[in-house]
């Protein structure tokens, strides 16, 4: 589903170099559960990054489905990014003037859906996660990890065939956290791609593959299916 080649990733301060990403190889297939580990700093959100299209590399290719996507135009990869991918983050990034039942309309707007469509359809993943109890609250009427619901539920609103996670459970209790990678896990039993970037080994024990990332160089890449939680 994707390769990458060769990437490498380096941001300016002034004339200091940052290699934040150092010749990455890397294939996942369709269907795959990805963990990413590594110190901070180690570049995992920067890779989680450029594997989302929300930023590019500095060197190197990247194939979506065969096709480079490296030298397409902005406008190209933002349909890219809305037609494959979805995006969990840390802190949840919920509009906070929305409640939650509008946050996952916004993608379906996007997407040039009507509004009773949006309606509907955004209801009905909200129910998906357990949310439908609370379509109404606001973010801040919501604890972390119903936020962190509602932005899976959004982040499925496109359908994507990948979802991108940056420690999806770290502001969470550990309970809630587990809830949180309940929903992952079964995402992925129905065919999704997940690749969750995370600091704590219980949490990257749902992944069937683990990563293990050191100054911007993948140092380990082993299949963990064994180490699958209901293993
Ligand atoms: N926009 C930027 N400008 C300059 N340097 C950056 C930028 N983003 C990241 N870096 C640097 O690149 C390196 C990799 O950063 P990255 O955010 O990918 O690390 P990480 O593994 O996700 O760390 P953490 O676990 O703390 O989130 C770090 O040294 C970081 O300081
Ligand atoms: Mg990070």
Do not use: W
Request: proline share 3%; hydrophobic share 40%; charged share 25%.
């Amino acid at each position: 589903m994707i390769r990458l080649e060769g990437v490498s990733k380096e941001y300016f301060m002034g004339d200091v170099e940052i290699r934040a990403l150092d010749a990455i190889d890397l294939e996942i297939q369709r269907g795959e559960f990805l963990s990413i580990m590594g110190p901070s700093g180690s570049g995992k959100s920067t890779l989680l990054n450029i594997l989302g299209v929300l930023d590019q590399p500095s060197r190197g290719a990247y194939y979506l489905e065969d096709v480079d996507i490296t030298r397409m135009r902005d406008r190209e990869l933002a349909q890219i990014r809305n037609r494959h991918f979805g995006f969990v983050f840390q802190s949840y990034n919920l509009f906070p003037e929305l409640s939650a039942l509008e946050n996952v309309m916004v993608p379906l707007m996007y997407a040039g859906k009507g509004k009773g469509e949006r309606r509907a359809l955004a209801a009905e993943l909200l129910k998906g996660v357990g949310m439908d109890h609370r379509l109404k609250h606001l973010p801040t009427q919501l604890s972390g990890g119903e936020q962190q619901r509602v932005a899976i539920a959004r982040a499925l609103a496109n359908n994507p065939t990948l979802i991108l996670a940056d420690e999806p459970t770290g502001n969470l209790a550990t309970d809630q956290g587990a809830e949180i990678m309940e929903i992952l896990q079964n995402l992925n039993d129905g065919g999704t791609t997940v690749v969750i970037v995370t600091h704590d080994p219980t949490i990257s024990r749902y992944g069937k593959r683990l990563i293990k990332l050191c100054d911007g160089v993948i140092v380990q890449d082993q299949i963990t299916a064994e180490q699958k939680k209901d293993a």
